[in-house]
C-alpha cells in the first residue's frame, strides 16, 4: 500500500512538471514567434508583463506619424516655392 501512494504521487508529481513545462514551451514559442516584425525576444517579454508600455508605444506611433506627415507637408511646400 506504501508503494502504491508513493508510485500515484510521483506519478502526480511528474504530471505537474510536465504540463507546466508544456505550458511556457507555448508562452515562450507564441511570443517568439509574434506578429510584429523588428521586436526581439526581450521587447516582446517586457509587454508582456507590462501593458502600460504597449499604451505609450502606440502613442510614440501616433507622434512619429504626425512628425512624418508634417516633414512631407514641409518638402511640398518648399518643392512649389522654387
Do not use: C, H
Not at 506519478?11 to 510584429?36: C, D, E, K, P, Q
Not at 523588428?38 to 517579454?45: D, Q
Not at 499604451?55 to 518638402?75: C, F, T, V, Y
Request: proline share 1%.
Amino acid at each position: 500500500m506504501e508503494n502504491t501512494r508513493a508510485f500515484w504521487g510521483a506519478l502526480l508529481f511528474i504530471l505537474i512538471i510536465v504540463g507546466a513545462n508544456v505550458i511556457m514551451y507555448g508562452m515562450v514559442r507564441s511570443i517568439t514567434r509574434s506578429s510584429r516584425k523588428g521586436t526581439n525576444f526581450l521587447e516582446s517579454m517586457g509587454n508582456m508583463f507590462n501593458p502600460s508600455n504597449q499604451k505609450k508605444d502606440n502613442s510614440m506611433a501616433e507622434l512619429r506619424q504626425k512628425i512624418e506627415e508634417l516633414e512631407k507637408g514641409r518638402k511640398g511646400d518648399s518643392g512649389e516655392s522654387e
